[in-house]
């Protein structure tokens, strides 16, 4: 396990153990996401068989997002800094939370974690369209504390994906 890896997978468990409930900001998603990305959480939910999506906003939050399931409830959780969601572009807020529910999809190898980012970012991009993820990406990139290299070879290849496939599309049950 890399240095980062084992950072990521610690704060996951952390937020797991403790629900980092002094930072929780209670909200209403009406709130936080807009109709169309409510409708977006609505439908991947449906598609993926969750039995229920929660989001847990707080404040001053790195990693700026993390995902998991509630072992006890089955409930699907997103926890996110609000303030850095709210900042991020229309399309941007899509492809994170599409990344966010292709972990879901794609459960985390903690021993390869930029492989279980591309493919959340594949799911994302079947769901809000590559150009979500790599304006998603693109904030990104401009933070310190993500991996360049891991973030530059995620954009890459959801640039690969826009010029090079047909649209994408989800598989009927």
């Not at 693109?138 to 530059?152: E, M, S, T, Y």
Request: aromatic letters at 8%; glycine letters at 6%.
């Amino acid at each position: 396990m890399t240095g980062r890896s084992i950072i990521v997978w610690c704060l996951a468990t952390l937020v797991v153990l403790t629900g980092i409930a002094s930072a929780r900001i209670p909200r209403e998603l009406s709130e936080i996401l807009n109709p169309d990305e409510q409708q977006l959480l609505d439908r991947m939910q449906h598609d993926l068989h969750l039995s229920g999506i929660e989001i847990w906003p707080v404040k001053d939050f790195r990693p700026r997002a993390i995902s998991f399931t509630n072992a006890e409830t089955g409930i699907y959780i997103i926890e996110f800094d609000v303030e850095w969601f709210r900042s991020l572009p229309a399309q941007g807020r899509k492809g994170l939370l599409g990344h966010e529910l292709g972990h879901a999809h794609q459960p985390d190898d903690v021993m390869k974690p930029v492989i279980a980012d591309l493919a959340a970012d594949r799911f994302a991009a079947i769901y809000s369209g590559p150009e979500s993820v790599i304006a998603f990406l693109n904030v990104l990139a401009q933070d310190d504390w993500f991996d360049k290299n891991d973030i530059r070879t995620r954009i890459k290849y959801m640039e690969h994906v826009r010029t090079h496939q047909r649209p994408l599309q989800k598989r009927q049950n």
